[in-house]
């Protein structure tokens, strides 16, 4: 903007529509200290100067990042984004309806479900996770080239048997039990253990136990300790006669989060309790290689956050593509790509605003899960050496999951829904000289002084509960003020009614003009009730302009 501003000419609106056009965000989390805010005093000591070159007031400047404008205020990052980028998105769906809500304010006469803050699933670079095993079974089934394909048709994985994909689980788990034993002894030979007490590490893990692994940051939402809340239950996994389960744990915390430190603490502190050391690892120092060793050795990959803190999440990703299955709460990615057979969930949807109750429902879910549906399916071997219906699941994972987790699928999400039309949206807004960004910062600002004009003065239509499928028209007056007909655009919702009285899902209508006298215009439409009920309808009025991403744009809607 500094550049258009100083180089163009621009002013700072026309500088705020040219660079919008072509600027994406992406907001990652919904977890508070996870968004830089910065004191409005430090943006007044080390901006003021630059508002100056800019030839703007600091308080414009500082309204960038503030929903209510504010001196000295403070700072928002993810508002300056969303107020600067003219296409936003959330991580995964779930993650783009609580952004959607989470930054309403900002659009404050928009429903909440038509906030501009879309969402595109994260994924994961397929080629770097997926383990020598799976990666053998891919190159033999899947067409050639995957890793940078994006891999075409996973079903293709139907015909490898169940014995290859059994055997490469059970290499992948091996090698990463020898893994754990080797990052054991140099965790404690750098301690200073003499040679005869790390004698034990040579019986951490059992290759042929189920294998649970969890690995993240020590974040308090993400529950790290969420296990331990109940030993008893613990132990009795951990020291099954026939179906004994084995952990292991690896992540690190902020530096300034002590509460995710005192969970890394507990769980050092269970780990190094001989009674269960060679059933319950914590790995020192998480990083790219302990992860990519983690998801591609273990059976169940475990992620029990508190819902909906997980913006996407995408350790889980990695473990899909290498057939561990995933157990988790439905959040983040986990919210679309659990399908009922691809892994678990804990618990449901319905989240208790008492998350200290929703923590023990959550523990009491997670323990019944691992105890009653994931360690008999993993040790059932009715039919022979091999567990069938675990590696039914395994394949279904895969399979499923694979072409969807890949980032692939992200990137072309990102290309066709936004990279590809803010470029042309970009190059439109700065062609002839910016000739567009100027228009269009001026045509907002006609808007914006003219919209207190704008109002439904009277709606016209069948308000009786009307039986499926009839149809029903509607007239309403719509003052435009000293606004054109083109300027605006009038819509008719429809749909059931809520217990509050507001529409459910509505669908929308445009609305035709049908004559206009003195800034005062008629508009109709019909629409056909779709379900039996209470079923209303209202009528608003948005801004429009073809240089606009979405008439939501400006937050400014006039409701009847
Ligand atoms: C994948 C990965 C993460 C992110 O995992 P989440 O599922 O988002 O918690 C963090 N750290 C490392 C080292 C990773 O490989």
């Known amino acids: 903007m500094r550049i258009l501003i100083a180089k163009e000419g621009l002013t700072f609106d026309q500088a705020v529509e040219a660079v919008r056009a072509s600027t994406i965000f992406t907001t990652h989390t919904p977890v508070p200290a996870g968004i830089d805010v910065f004191d409005g005093e430090l943006i007044e000591r080390y901006f003021s100067n630059f508002a100056k070159e800019l030839d703007v007031p600091l308080a414009e400047m500082m309204a960038l990042g503030q929903t209510v404008p504010s001196v000295p205020g403070t700072y928002n990052m993810a508002i300056q984004g969303l107020k600067l980028a003219g296409r936003s998105n959330g991580v995964s769906k779930l993650h783009g309806?609580?952004?959607?809500?989470?930054?309403?304010e900002l659009w404050p006469d928009v429903p909440v479900d038509e906030v501009p803050i879309t969402s595109i699933t994260n994924g994961v670079h397929t080629p770097t996770w997926v383990g020598p095993e799976i990666a053998?079974?891919?190159?033999?089934?899947?067409?050639?080239?995957?890793?940078?394909?994006?891999?075409g048709d996973w079903k293709r994985l139907n015909e490898a048997p169940d014995s290859e994909l059994w055997r490469a689980r059970e290499r992948a788990?091996?090698?990463?039990?020898?893994?754990?034993?080797?990052q054991l002894q140099g965790e404690l030979r750098e301690r200073g253990t003499s040679e005869a007490d790390l004698g034990w590490t040579s019986d951490a893990l059992d290759p042929g136990i189920l294998t649970v692994g969890f690995a993240r940051r020590f974040a308090i939402y993400k529950r790290g300790t969420l296990l331990l809340s109940d030993v008893e239950r613990l132990e009795q996994l951990l020291h099954s006669s026939d179906h004994p389960v084995q952990f292991v744990f690896a992540g690190k915390s902020h530096p300034l989060d002590d509460g995710g430190k005192e969970m890394i603490r507990q769980l050092v502190h269970f780990s190094s309790d001989p009674a269960h050391r060679t059933r319950f690892v914590f790995l020192e120092d998480y990083d790219m290689e302990t992860a990519r060793m983690m998801v591609q050795g273990v059976d169940v990959w475990l992620n029990n956050p508190r819902r909906p803190l997980e913006a996407s999440g995408t350790s889980g990703m990695k473990a899909a593509l290498?057939?561990?299955?995933?157990?988790?709460?439905?959040?983040?990615?986990?919210?679309e790509g659990y399908d009922g057979i691809n892994g678990w969930t804990i618990g449901t949807r319905d989240i208790s605003t008492d998350p200290e109750y929703q923590d023990r429902v959550d523990a009491s879910a997670l323990f019944d899960l691992l105890e009653r549906e994931i360690t008999p399916r993993f040790y059932d071997r009715s039919e022979g050496p091999i567990p069938r219906r675990w590696i039914e699941r395994?394949?279904?994972?895969?399979?499923?999951?694979?072409?969807f987790v890949g980032a692939q699928r992200m990137v072309r999400d990102y290309t066709e829904m936004f990279y590809v039309p803010s470029a042309e949206h970009g190059a439109r807004m700065a062609a002839g000289g910016f000739a567009r960004a100027k228009s269009l910062a001026a045509w907002k600002e006609k808007i914006r002084s003219a919209w207190d004009e704008v109002a439904v003065i009277d709606v016209e239509g069948d308000v009786l509960a009307a039986d499926v499928g009839e149809n029903r028209s509607v007239r309403?007056?719509?003052?435009?003020?000293?606004?054109?007909?083109?300027?605006?655009?009038v819509q008719l919702a429809h749909g059931r009614v809520g217990a509050n009285g507001e529409l459910l899902e509505p669908e929308i209508v445009a609305m035709q003009a049908t004559e206009c006298t003195n800034g005062t215009c008629n508009y109709s439409a019909e629409f056909t009730a779709r379900s039996a009920g209470l079923y209303g309808f209202a009528v608003r009025v948005t801004p429009t302009h073809e240089d606009l991403v979405t008439d939501m744009?400006?937050?400014?809607?006039?409701?009847a």
């Open 322 to 335: 290498n057939g561990a299955l995933n157990c988790s709460v439905l959040d983040g990615w986990w919210d």
């Open 553 to 559: 744009d400006l937050g400014l809607v006039a409701w």
């Open 97 to 104: 309806h609580v952004s959607r809500s989470m930054f309403a």
């Open 476 to 489: 309403a007056t719509v003052q435009v003020g000293s606004l054109d007909t083109e300027d605006v655009t």
């Open 394 to 403: 395994v394949r279904a994972s895969i399979i499923g999951l694979g072409p």
């Open 173 to 182: 788990r091996e090698r990463f039990i020898s893994f754990v034993r080797e």
């Open 136 to 151: 053998e079974l891919l190159d033999r089934y899947l067409a050639p080239g995957w890793a940078e394909s994006g891999g």
